[in-house]
């Protein structure tokens, strides 16, 4: 039987044998990092007269480190991200109408926790989509389920799952993640069938299911963009009984390089709208 050196270490002397059945074990209890490294960590363990502690505290954190990453990028992938954008990648400076403190509390997902729905106003290019995705992806990490969705694939679904006598599976479908994102409310108005669908959703996850939503329009328009004024106090009602509220204000961020290069004028010098822009 082999015997480690020094008896607070892993040992060296570990023969071909031991290692295949060591890794038949860890196969078994499906801990595939461990599997891949465990020869590579022994041998290190050895060389550095590793503590049985340290030892088991690096095998084990690598395989939670490396089931974490599978876990994140497969509900990345569930989440249906038109692309994946850290808020890392996110540039403060260039949108100062963003309280960058807001959004690193946001980050820390506890509005999640809260039940709290948050809304994100501004014109086409500032940024919704893309906080609405990072603000996503850290729900992700924080171990949420998330679901994306653009307000007119939800509603062109749930109108399709209506026709077809599946609505409430498809209302389940959209009120199981714990995260919902709507984006883009207002860039094509809904019908009257539309804004019934959405309220019904809406009414679903009140109070239980925290959502993002971003908007074109300000809530004064939303009247417009479901195409009855009583529908849409509805649905603000409840969604703004929980809600913060991002109005970005600001140059979109697709114009960032032209208004570099001085091909167009930024919002703030332009003279009247409809100019160069
Ligand atoms: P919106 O949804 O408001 O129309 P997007 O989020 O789609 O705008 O932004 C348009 C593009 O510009 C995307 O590629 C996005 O990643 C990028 N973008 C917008 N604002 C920023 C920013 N402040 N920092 C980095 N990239 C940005
Ligand atoms: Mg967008």
Redesign the pocket.
């Known amino acids: 039987m082999a015997k480690a050196a020094n008896p607070t270490t892993a040992s060296a002397m570990t023969t071909p044998a031991q290692i295949e059945r060591l890794g038949g074990y860890l196969h078994k209890l499906r801990l595939q990092k461990c599997a891949e490294r465990l020869e590579a960590l022994l041998q290190q363990a050895a060389a550095d007269e590793l503590p049985y502690a340290d030892f088991l505290e690096q095998v084990l954190g690598e395989e939670v480190a490396a089931k974490t990453a599978k876990n994140v990028s497969m509900r990345t992938a569930m989440a249906r991200f038109p ?1 994946v ?1 850290p808020l890392e ?4 400076a ?2 100062p109408s ?1 309280d960058k403190r807001q959004v690193m509390t946001l980050a820390s997902c506890h509005f999640i926790e809260h039940g709290d729905n948050v809304i994100v106003l ?12 990072s603000l996503g992806i850290k729900a992700i990490e924080a171990g949420y389920r998330v679901l994306f969705t653009s307000a007119a694939q939800l509603i062109a679904t749930l109108t399709k799952a209506l026709a077809e006598g599946r609505l409430d599976e498809k209302l389940k479908f959209y009120t199981t993640p714990r995260l919902l994102i709507i ?2 409310i207002g860039y094509l108005p809904f019908d009257r069938q539309g804004a019934n669908l959405f309220f019904q959703l809406i009414s679903r996850r009140y109070e239980r299911g925290p959502m993002i939503l ?1 908007s ?1 329009q300000s809530f004064g328009a939303w009247g417009e963009v479901f195409g009855d004024r009583v529908i849409a106090t509805a649905i603000l009602d409840r969604l703004l009984h929980h809600a913060v509220t991002l109005n ?1 204000r600001g140059n ?3 114009l960032k390089e032209k208004l570099k290069a001085g091909l167009v004028r930024s919002i703030d010098e332009q003279p009247q709208p409809g100019g160069e822009i």
């Open positions: 692309f954008k990648t996110f540039d403060f260039y949108q963003i501004g014109p086409p290019g500032v940024g919704k989509t893309h906080l609405g995705v984006d883009e971003t074109n970005i979109s961020y697709r």
